[in-house]
T-cell receptor, first 110, second 117 residues
């Protein structure tokens, strides 16, 4: 069964303390992996799409990487405004819908 | 306005009430989606509309009734809900549903926080 697992469930960091969020998936033949950011009381906001192993995308303090089994969202020197829930979703071949993870809640303390 | 707009933002309803959620998109997309988001759970796809036609119903109880009068508007009619239906209901859009999200993913609205009492 196609599945997406995100870890950890929650992560508390000090401002400036770099770390990574994990998204592991069991999908045969990935069509795309998507990262979203969701602030409290708002809908998910698109961050990145990755298509093939080895691909990397960057945006400000965030960098997403992809292997054949997982993706990492690396956050470098985070600031309190980076606090949010980060969602991962994958698209399997032959299925145009996304399979979602439960998210990682990131809290950055000043 | 641009993007995806959902109204109301918050809704409290009794189990015998009838209410509707509204979603409007100004992106020129042809596919619209309803998702349910419960705490610490993955997003649950409820309904998909592509060019106004419903293409997917993920075994959603009949107390949820979607309506898509055109590619820009989507409604979710609610009646005789249960307390476990309390959640954040998200609307999303994309260019076409039969091709999945494009490289820019789905565009989501801010959601309606529904509380059933």
């Amino acid at each position: 069964e196609d599945q997406v697992t995100q870890s950890p469930e929650a992560l508390r960091l000090q401002e400036g303390e770099s770390s990574s969020l994990n998204c592991s998936y069991t999908v045969s033949g990935l069509r795309g992996l998507f990262w979203y950011r969701q602030d409290p009381g708002k809908g998910p906001e698109f961050l990145f799409t990755l298509y093939s192993a080895g691909e990397e995308k960057e945006k400000e303090r965030l960098k997403a990487t992809l292997t054949k089994k997982e993706s990492f969202l690396h956050i470098t020197a985070p600031k309190p405004e980076d606090s949010a829930t980060y969602l991962c979703a994958v698209q399997a071949p032959g299925n145009y819908q996304l399979i979602w993870g439960a998210g990682t809640k990131l809290i950055i303390k000043p | 306005e641009t993007g995806v707009t959902q109204t109301p933002r918050h809704l409290v309803m009794g189990m015998t009430n009838k209410k509707s959620l509204k979603c409007e998109q100004h992106l020129g997309h042809n596919a619209m989606y309803w998702y349910k988001q419960s705490a610490k759970k993955p997003l649950e796809l409820m309904f998909v509309y592509n060019f106004k036609e419903q293409t997917e119903n993920n075994s959603v109880p009949s107390r949820f009734s979607p309506e898509c009068p055109n590619s820009s508007h989507l409604f979710l009619h609610l009646h005789t809900l249960q307390p476990e239906d309390s959640a954040l209901y998200l609307c999303a859009s994309s260019p076409q549903s039969d091709r999945g999200p494009n490289s820019y993913g789905y565009t989501f609205g801010s959601g309606t926080r529904l509380t059933v009492v």
